[in-house]
T-cell receptor, first 113, second 111 residues
Framework: GGIITQTPKFLIGQEGQKLTLKCQQN?????MYWYRQDSGKGLRLIYY???????QKGDLSEGYDASREKKSSFSLTVTSAQKNEMAVFLC????????????FGKGTRLTVV | GEKVEQHESTLSVREGDSAVINCTYT??????FPWYKQEAGKSLHFVID?????DRKQSQRLIVLLDKKAKRFSLHITATQPEDSAIYFC??????????FGQGTILKVYL
């Protein structure tokens, strides 16, 4: 088995601040994802990376940057935190291919004051 | 792009009864339909999936049905137990290796 580690677990930021969320996986998976979870809206894809040197925008990429530093790590940056923003950011990974199980981390809960 | 609609936002069932969660999708080319469960305070984990070459799949108390013509699939949980209480998400594998999720269904199993 493997594990996906997200840091930090809780992140409090100020309006306009640039914030970085980190994710590490030891599954040796090729593909990694960042999703945002808001109550009542399901999960929305922000960025994903099919292989180590790839970066793809999801449906919610505006306001975010991402970086696939190496195969095992994928970070997400909120470029300018929005006041009263509150969401959970979930990192996930899978082997390459569309019909494969995706494994999720425990999430980073962001609050912007 | 692909859109997934999950029809029940909340569902309450008595222990022992069945629960059914329905999802519809838009892209006729979609071929992979997984379901994920999120228990309170925890992250999502995979529960069951179905591929477009079959229309029914069962794993113990979980049954997934797929109607490609109607672009609809559903999760049936039979003989529900309190530990089935959770948020359930349907998803569809879209082009470019993306999973598009539904909005989630809060299932409550009461005694």
């Amino acid at each position: 088995g493997g594990i996906i580690t997200q840091t930090p677990k809780f992140l409090i930021g100020q309006e306009g601040q640039k914030l970085t969320l980190k994710c590490q996986q030891n599954f040796n998976h090729d593909t990694m994802y960042w999703y945002r979870q808001d109550s009542g809206k399901g999960l929305r894809l922000i960025y994903y990376s099919i292989t180590e040197n790839d970066l793809q925008k999801g449906d919610l990429s505006e306001g975010y940057d991402a970086s696939r530093e190496k195969k095992s790590s994928f970070s997400l940056t909120v470029t300018s935190a929005q006041k009263n923003e509150m969401a959970v950011f979930l990192c996930a990974s899978s082997i390459w291919g569309t019909n494969t199980e995706v494994f999720f981390g425990k999430g980073t809960r962001l609050t912007v004051v | 792009g692909e859109k997934v609609e999950q029809h029940e936002s909340t569902l309450s069932v008595r222990e022992g009864d069945s629960a059914v969660i329905n999802c519809t999708y838009t892209d006729t080319a979609s071929s992979y339909f997984p379901w994920y469960k999120q228990e309170a305070g925890k992250s999502l984990h995979f529960v069951i999936d179905i591929r477009s070459n079959v229309d029914r799949k069962q794993s113990q108390r979980l049954i997934v049905l797929l109607d490609k013509k109607a672009k609809r699939f559903s999760l049936h949980i039979t003989a529900t137990q309190p530990e089935d209480s959770a948020i359930y998400f349907c998803a569809v594998a879209s082009s470019g290796q993306k999973l598009v999720f539904g909005q989630g269904t809060i299932l409550k199993v009461y005694l």
